[in-house]
């Protein structure tokens, strides 16, 4: 039967590392899934290591959802360590997770990775508390990158503006009514990473 299986959603059964790992594991000879729901399943860095071990062993995933979990540097850079070395993900949402928690290094492993793929369409990274600092690393690897057509970066430092780039500005704050009521920042020194 996991051999037939085309979509699998769990979303919302806080199973924790552990069952995931398991599941994975009868799912590494699957090459039909190609929609794989973990949001909200208590994800830490452990269970995204799985993930990425699975994704090097299994190129037919092409969607991944891993939001509202517990996942950090360590693991969200598995992660794109497994896509640089297996490129079959499209679509990645990582929101709600802490990539970006107390100046952590992810920022960088993720420029290193986004400024090369040619095979992620659409990546959230929404809710990640990315610091001014990461969003720049970030904003300036997107310069090289012609793939990705959907960005989300809501909820950390900067702003994905109208026409799809992501703006720092000086005076922006991590707050996250600011955000909201002033999608644009004006007359302020603004970084943008504009795409070709």
């Not at 062993?57 to 360590?74: A, D, G, P, V």
């Not at 297996?86 to 709600?96: E, G, Q």
Request: proline fraction near 2%; hydrophobic fraction near 40%; glycine fraction near 6%.
């Amino acid at each position: 039967m996991l051999r037939r299986l085309q979509e699998l959603n769990l979303e919302g059964n806080k199973l924790g590392d552990l069952a995931i790992t398991n599941l994975l594991d009868a799912l590494i000879d699957n090459d039909t899934l190609t929609k794989l729901n973990l949001n909200k399943n208590l994800l830490t860095n452990t269970g995204a290591i799985s993930i990425a071990k699975m994704i090097e062993q299994n190129s037919s995933i092409e969607e991944l959802y891993l939001s509202w979990n517990q996942i950090k540097s360590q693991g969200g850079t598995a992660l794109f360590d497994a896509m640089a070395k297996k490129p079959h993900i499209r679509v990645l949402d990582l929101s709600w997770n802490s990539l970006g928690l107390y100046d952590s290094p992810f920022a960088t492993n993720f420029a290193a990775f986004i400024s090369r793929d040619e095979y992620l369409a659409h990546l959230d990274l929404s809710n990640n508390s990315f610091s001014k600092k990461s969003a720049l690393i970030i904003a300036e690897a997107l310069k090289n990158n012609h793939s990705l057509y959907g960005f989300h970066f809501q909820g950390n430092f900067g702003y994905v503006d109208a026409k799809g780039f992501l703006v720092i500005a000086d005076d922006y704050a991590q707050d996250l009514t600011v955000q909201m009521l002033s999608p644009q920042v004006k007359g302020s020194n603004c970084f943008v990473a504009k795409k070709n």
